[in-house]
C-alpha cells in the first residue's frame, strides 16, 4: 500500500505546478495586455500578431489559459527584451552557477549544523553546547545580507583575505555560501541536539546502555538512525529558505546566477525573464520538495504503515 | 450567602495577583532587554518627527561621509553623515519609522486576511475548506519572495502595494491556526449555545470566537512581525521595496554598501538596528508562545 | 390534563430519524451507521412538562437536538405550532429561536468565558434587536431578578460565580425572550447535588408562573417524577413507554422501564423493594440487536422478542408501550 503515499505525494506536487503557473497566468493577465508585456517595445506589428495568434490572445479566457498551460509545459516564456535571446538559454546559463551555490550551501549547513548538534546533545549544558546554541541562534537571527556586508567587511575589506565578488575561483564561493548556510546551519543544529536529546531519552537506548553496549555504538547504532528521520523532515522544509537567501545573496556577492538575474530583470521590468525565472524556480523547488517526501517515505517505513490506516 | 460570594470574589483577586506577580517572576532577564530594546525603536518610530535631530533629506555636499561621534566625529552629527552629507542618526530614525511602520501594517493586513480566511474555510467546511487549504499548502510551498518579485515586476512598484504585498506573507499560518482554533471551538458549548440563541455567523465568530482565541492570535503577529520585518528590508536591500527620497533600513543599509571601506557604520548601523529588532520580537514571541502553550493544549 | 386537541399540541414529532454515519475501521469496510433516533412519534402540549428519560446514548440528546432543529433529521418531521421547522432557510431558523430556547448541562461551557453574565443575558435582545439599550438593561435586571440572582451577578464573568448561578443565567438567557417552548438538557447533572433540589424548584417556579411549555431530558427518574407531569422513555433511539408521570410511576408496563424505576435509591427503609438489576452494558447503537432492542437484557425476554420488534401501542388513559408482554400477542400478557 506504500505507494499509495507517494502518488498523493506526486499528486500534490503536480497541483501545486499547477498553481503556480496559474498565479502567474493571473498576474499576466490582470495587468493587461501580456502580448505588450511579454514582447519587447520595438517588437513589429507582424510579431505583435502573431505572438497574439501564439499564445490564443485573441480567444476566450478559458482557451488563453490552456494555450498558456500548454506554451509554459513546453518551457516557452518568450525572449528577453534587452537583447531579444530566447529566456530559456539566458536561464540555462545561469543555472549551473546557481545550482553550485545553493548544493554547497545546503551540504556547508549540513556538514556544519547537524554534527554541531550532536556535540550539544551529547555534552548537554557544557561551554561547548552554550556556544555552539549561542551560534545558532545568532545564525538564524541575523538577517543574510546583513551577515553577507559583514563578511565583506570583514574578512575583504579589513583582513583581506577573500573576493567579495564574483565567482571566478573557488575562493569566491565560500563567502556566500556561508552566508547563505549559516542560518540554516543553526536551525539544524538545534533541530539536531533536540532530536538526539529525545531518542537518547528514549526507554530502548536506555536498554542498550543497561546491557552494556559502548557508548559510541549507542550512539551510532541506535539513536542516529532514528533521529534521522526528523532531520529529514526539517531538511525538506529548508529548501524555500535557501531559494530565497540564494536571491539576496547572489546580489550582494555579485553571483552570476538566477537569482542575480531574476532581481535585475525586475528591476528593469524584463517581464518575459521573470516569468521565466519563477516558474522555472518555484517548480524546481517543487520537485525538490517531492524528492525529499520519497525520501522520507524510503527511509521511515512507519508511514508507509500508518498512512494508510487513515 | 453575601458572605460567602464577596470571599470568593476576593480569593478571586489576591490569586489573579498573585499569578500576574509570577509571571513577571518569570520573566527572564533576556525577554527584560528585548523588552527594553523594542521600547526605544518603537518610541523613535513614533515620535520620529520630533526626536531627529536634522531633516533626513537635507544634503551637505561641504560635509561628506564624516566620522561618528565614537570615532572622532562631532555631537552634532552623532552617527556621522552619509555620502551626500546627510545625518546619518536622522535618517535612521526616519528609516525606523517607516520599516516599522510598513511591518506594522503588512503585519495587521496578515493577521486579518488570514484570520478571515481561516474562519471562512472553519465555517463553510466542504469544498470551500479543501480548497482554501489547498492553497494554504501552495503558499507553504512557494516562498513568498519569489512571488513578491513578480508581482513587483508586473505591478511595479508603490508604497500602497508594496505594504498590501507583504500582507500576503505568512497569511497561510494565521489560516490554518484560526481554523484550527475555529473548528474546535465550533464544538465548544458556548458557540452552540450562541448560535441557537439565534446569532449569525458574523456575529459567533467576530463577537465570541475572535476574543477567545485571541492570545494565539496575538502570539502569532508577534512571530510575524519580525518576519515582515526582514522581507521589508530584503527587498528595499535589493532596490526593490521602499523607493528613495524615502527611506528604510534596508535601503539605507543598501546605499552604505558602496562606502563599506571609507565609511563602514553607514551600512552596519542600520543592519544592526535590524538585527536587534528581529531578534528581539522573536525572543518575545517565543517566549510568549512558551507560556501559552498549556492553554494551546487544551 | 389537558384534551390534546391541535391547539394546544406546542411540539408535534412525526417518525423523526436520525442516522449518523460511523467512520469505517478499515479503509475500504462498510460503511455504518449509528441510529441515534428510530422511526419516533410524540407530541408535547402546551404549558406541560415533558421529562424524556433513557440511559446515555438511548438517543434523548439527538432528540432534544431535534426538537429544535439544530441538527437536521434523516426523515420524518417536526412541527412547532403546526408548521414544520426542519426546512427552514437560515434567517427564518434564527428567528425561530425566540419561540424555542435551550438550556445545555454544562453551564460554564454554554456561556463565553470573556463576556459578563450581564451582557450575555442581554445577547439575545441584542441579536433580535429588541427594545433599546434601556429596555434591554431593565429586563436583564428583571430576567436576574426571576432567576433569583441579585443585582451585582450583571458585572460578573462565569468563572467568577457558582455552578448553579450560571446554571440560573443560562436560564434568564433563555427566558429573556419570553419562548413557547424551553428544551432542557441535563441541566442539573452537571451541578452539584446540593444545589440539584434548588435549581429543580426554580425550574418548577417558573414553569408555574410563566407557562412555559417543558422538554426536560434526564437520566434521574427521581427528578422526572417530581418536575415532569408525562414522562416518555426511550432505549437505543426508540420510544418504549410513554405516560402521564403519575400513570407511569404507579403502573409501569415496560420492563425497562420498571429497571429504571426500581433503581430509584429510596430514602430510608421504607418499604423492601425489588430491585431489578440490568445486566451489561446497552448494546452499541451501530450493531442494535434483532427483534426488540431490549431483548438482549431484558429479563422478560421471550423467543418473540428475539425476532420481531415490538410496535408502540396505546393502552388507554395515555399510556402507550412498546413491548410484546403488554401488545396482544399468542403469549399471555400482563395486564
Not at chain 1, 575561483?169 to 539536531?192: D, E
Not at chain 1, 553571483?255 to 524556480?281: E, K, Y
Not at chain 3, 453574565?117 to 433580535?128: F, M, S
Amino acid at each position: 500500500m506504500h505507494y499509495r503515499y507517494f502518488l498523493m505525494k506526486i499528486l500534490r506536487a503536480v497541483i501545486t505546478m499547477l498553481l503556480v503557473v496559474t498565479f502567474v497566468f493571473i498576474v499576466l493577465r490582470v495587468t493587461g495586455d501580456p502580448a505588450q508585456a511579454i514582447l519587447s517595445e520595438d517588437a513589429t506589428e507582424e510579431e505583435y500578431q502573431h505572438f497574439r495568434k501564439e499564445w490564443g490572445l485573441d480567444k476566450p479566457l478559458h482557451e488563453q489559459y490552456f494555450a498558456y498551460l500548454i506554451n509554459m509545459a513546453k518551457g516557452d516564456f518568450g525572449k528577453s527584451f534587452r537583447d531579444n535571446r530566447d529566456v530559456r538559454i539566458i536561464i540555462a546559463e545561469r543555472l549551473p552557477k546557481t545550482i553550485v551555490l545553493m548544493s554547497s550551501a545546503l551540504l556547508f549547513s549540513l556538514c556544519i549544523g547537524i554534527p554541531l548538534g550532536i556535540y550539544s546533545a551529547l555534552h548537554r549544558n557544557s561551554i561547548g553546547d552554550r556556544l555552539s546554541m549561542g551560534l545558532s541562534v545568532f545564525g538564524f537571527s541575523i538577517p543574510n545580507f546583513f551577515l553577507g556586508i559583514l563578511l565583506i567587511l570583514i574578512f575583504s575589506l579589513w583582513l583581506k583575505i577573500m573576493p567579495s565578488a564574483g565567482s571566478d575561483s573557488w575562493l569566491h564561493i565560500i563567502m556566500p555560501m556561508v552566508t547563505i548556510g549559516l542560518g540554516k546551519m543553526g536551525s539544524y543544529a538545534r533541530f539536531t541536539r533536540s532530536a538526539v536529546l529525545s531518542v537518547l531519552n528514549k526507554a530502548y537506548i536506555r536498554t542498550a546502555v543497561a546491557k552494556g553496549a559502548s557508548r559510541m555504538r549507542v550512539i551510532y547504532r541506535h539513536a542516529m538512525p532514528n533521529a534521522a528521520i526528523p532531520i529529514i523532515t526539517i531538511v525538506g522544509t529548508s529548501i524555500g529558505h535557501i531559494v530565497v537567501g540564494g536571491v539576496v545573496i547572489e546580489n550582494v556577492f555579485a553571483w552570476p546566477g538566477v537569482g542575480r538575474l531574476l532581481v535585475s530583470s525586475v528591476a528593469t521590468r524584463d517581464l518575459a525573464l521573470v516569468q521565466g525565472v519563477v516558474i522555472i524556480v518555484s517548480i524546481s523547488m517543487v520537485i525538490a520538495n517531492l524528492l525529499v517526501d520519497v525520501m522520507y517515505g524510503i527511509v521511515d517505513p512507519r508511514i508507509r504503515i500508518s498512512k494508510k490506516e487513515d | 450567602m453575601a458572605v460567602n460570594e464577596s470571599s470568593r470574589v476576593l480569593v478571586g483577586v489576591i490569586s489573579n495577583e498573585i499569578l500576574i506577580k509570577k509571571i513577571f517572576r518569570k520573566v527572564p532577564p533576556v525577554i527584560m532587554l528585548s523588552l527594553l530594546w523594542l521600547l526605544i525603536i518603537f518610541v523613535l518610530a513614533i515620535f520620529a518627527e520630533k526626536l531627529m535631530p536634522h531633516d533626513y533629506t537635507a544634503t551637505n555636499l561641504r560635509n561628506r561621509l564624516a566620522p561618528p561621534f565614537f570615532m572622532g566625529g562631532t555631537a552634532d552629527h552623532f552617527f556621522g553623515t552619509d555620502a551626500l552629507g546627510r545625518d546619518v542618526l536622522s535618517r535612521l530614525i526616519h528609516s525606523i519609522h517607516t520599516s516599522l511602520l510598513v511591518a506594522f501594517l503588512g503585519t495587521m493586513i496578515t493577521a486579518i486576511v488570514g484570520t478571515t480566511i481561516g474562519f471562512v474555510a472553519a465555517h463553510f467546511k466542504g469544498w470551500v475548506d479543501e480548497v482554501l487549504m489547498t492553497l494554504v499548502d501552495f503558499q507553504y510551498s512557494m516562498p513568498f519572495m519569489i512571488m513578491a518579485l513578480l508581482v513587483i515586476a508586473f505591478f511595479g512598484n508603490n508604497l500602497i502595494l508594496f505594504v498590501c504585498l507583504l500582507g500576503i506573507q505568512g497569511w497561510m499560518r494565521f489560516a490554518r491556526l484560526s481554523r484550527g482554533m475555529a473548528l474546535s471551538a465550533q464544538n465548544h458549548g458556548y458557540a452552540v449555545a450562541i448560535k441557537q440563541l439565534g446569532a449569525t455567523p458574523a456575529r459567533i465568530y467576530l463577537k465570541h470566537i475572535l476574543p477567545n482565541v485571541s492570545s494565539i492570535l496575538i502570539v502569532q503577529t508577534t512571530l510575524n512581525f519580525p518576519q515582515k520585518i526582514i522581507v521589508e528590508t530584503s527587498l528595499s536591500f535589493l532596490g526593490l521595496g521602499v523607493q528613495p527620497p524615502n527611506s528604510s533600513l534596508g535601503s539605507m543599509l543598501s546605499s552604505g554598501r558602496d562606502y563599506l571601506l571609507t565609511a563602514w557604520w553607514i551600512a552596519i548601523i542600520p543592519g544592526i538596528v535590524i538585527f536587534c529588532t528581529t531578534l528581539c520580537m522573536s525572543l518575545i514571541g517565543d517566549w510568549a508562545r512558551d507560556m501559552l502553550d498549556p492553554t494551546i493544549e487544551k | 390534563m389537558e384534551e390534546n386537541n391541535m391547539e394546544n399540541t406546542v411540539v408535534s414529532v412525526r417518525k423523526l430519524v436520525k442516522y449518523f454515519p460511523v467512520k469505517a475501521e478499515k479503509l475500504f469496510g462498510s460503511r455504518k451507521t449509528l441510529k441515534a433516533v428510530d422511526n419516533i412519534s410524540f407530541d408535547i402540549y402546551r404549558g406541560e412538562i415533558v421529562g424524556i428519560v433513557g440511559e446515555s446514548g438511548c438517543g434523548k440528546s439527538t432528540t432534544a437536538k431535534l426538537v429544535l432543529n439544530m441538527i437536521p433529521p434523516t426523515a420524518g418531521s417536526v412541527l412547532f405550532n403546526n408548521k414544520d421547522i426542519t426546512k427552514l432557510n437560515p434567517s427564518k431558523w434564527r428567528a425561530m429561536r425566540l419561540n424555542m430556547q435551550m438550556i445545555f448541562q454544562d453551564p460554564l461551557g454554554a456561556l463565553d468565558p470573556y463576556v459578563s453574565i450581564g451582557k450575555q443575558i442581554q445577547e439575545p435582545l441584542d441579536i433580535h434587536n429588541i427594545g433599546n439599550l434601556k429596555e434591554r438593561k431593565n429586563k436583564v435586571l428583571n430576567a436576574l431578578d426571576a432567576v433569583s440572582m441579585q443585582k451585582h451577578m450583571y458585572d460578573r464573568y462565569p468563572h467568577e460565580i457558582s455552578g448553579g448561578q450560571r446554571q440560573r443565567a443560562v436560564l434568564a438567557r433563555a427566558l429573556i425572550v419570553e419562548p413557547e417552548l424551553l428544551v432542557c438538557d441535563e441541566p442539573i447533572s452537571a451541578l452539584d447535588v446540593s444545589i440539584q433540589a434548588q435549581v429543580v424548584n426554580l425550574f418548577k417556579r417558573i414553569q408555574k408562573e410563566l407557562g412555559i411549555t417543558f422538554m426536560f431530558i434526564s437520566h434521574d427518574l427521581r427528578i422526572v417524577k417530581h418536575l415532569c407531569n408525562r414522562v416518555v422513555v426511550m432505549y437505543l433511539g426508540k420510544i418504549v413507554e410513554e405516560a402521564d408521570s403519575a400513570e407511569l410511576y404507579s403502573n409501569t408496563l415496560h420492563p425497562y422501564t420498571k429497571a429504571l424505576i426500581s433503581s430509584i435509591p429510596l430514602p430510608k427503609p421504607v418499604r423492601e423493594k425489588e430491585r431489578i438489576i440490568l445486566e451489561g452494558d446497552p448494546p452499541s447503537p451501530v450493531d442494535l440487536p434483532s427483534g426488540c432492542r431490549f431483548s438482549s437484557r431484558c429479563p422478560d425476554a421471550m423467543e418473540r422478542c428475539f425476532n420481531e420488534e415490538p410496535e408502540l401501542i396505546e393502552t388507554g388513559d395515555n399510556h402507550r408501550v412498546a413491548c410484546f408482554l403488554v401488545n396482544k400477542g399468542n403469549h399471555e400478557n400482563a395486564l
